[in-house]
């Protein structure tokens, strides 16, 4: 959507962070947009530990083969600490993660599969997290699962320099057995 065509919050969105093109396609259902942006930032700065939101949304993005999200979050995973390696590592190349970290891969992993998680993974998510965050986290996952098919469905592009953004070479490739 050209800047011409928007509206009061479209414009308040884009002067907080900068002119997406997440934000101007979906800002064309304006009604939408506003429900769905209030939604998107309580999981963005919710409660849950930065780290633990990216490596979520990293793997999500990587699952479903979601470029846009990807090369948007790469930048939130370093801000939130996760190093160079470990971001590359997400697309599930060799890594020692902790078992903090591979929890929250795999359930990412097992929400991909199947749209649920094992018992003994609910398991030790309630020993890792509250109530709150555990619902937080799965909530996190669904909905970053569901972005990245409007996404694609939508064709939103990268930004002009989206792939230099990732800094970890090429956007991620969707996982093997996927279509």
Excluded: K
């Excluded at 998107?40 to 930065?50: C, D, K, Q």
């Excluded at 939130?76 to 970290?101: F, K, N, P, Q, S």
């Amino acid at each position: 959507m050209p800047p011409e065509q928007w509206d009061g919050f479209l414009a308040r969105v884009v002067e907080g962070t900068g002119p997406y093109n997440v934000f101007t396609t979906l800002a064309r259902h304006p009604a939408l947009f506003q429900a769905w942006i209030g939604f998107g930032a309580a999981l963005l700065y919710g409660t849950l530990p930065a780290r633990d939101r990216e490596l979520a949304v990293l793997r999500t993005a990587h699952n479903r083969g979601s470029a846009y999200e990807w090369v948007q979050h790469v930048r939130l995973a370093r801000e939130a600490g996760l190093t160079e390696a470990e971001i590359e590592a997400v697309r599930g190349h060799g890594h020692g993660w902790g078992a903090g970290d591979r929890l929250v891969l795999e359930v990412a992993d097992e929400m991909h599969r199947s749209g649920d998680i094992a018992d003994e993974t609910w398991e030790a998510l309630c020993a890792r997290y509250d109530e709150p965050g555990r619902i937080e986290l799965v909530m996190l996952v669904a909905h970053y699962d569901m972005l990245a098919v409007v996404l694609t469905v939508l064709r939103v592009p990268l930004e002009e320099a989206g792939t230099a953004l990732t800094g970890v070479g090429d956007p991620p490739v969707p996982p093997a057995g996927s279509s």
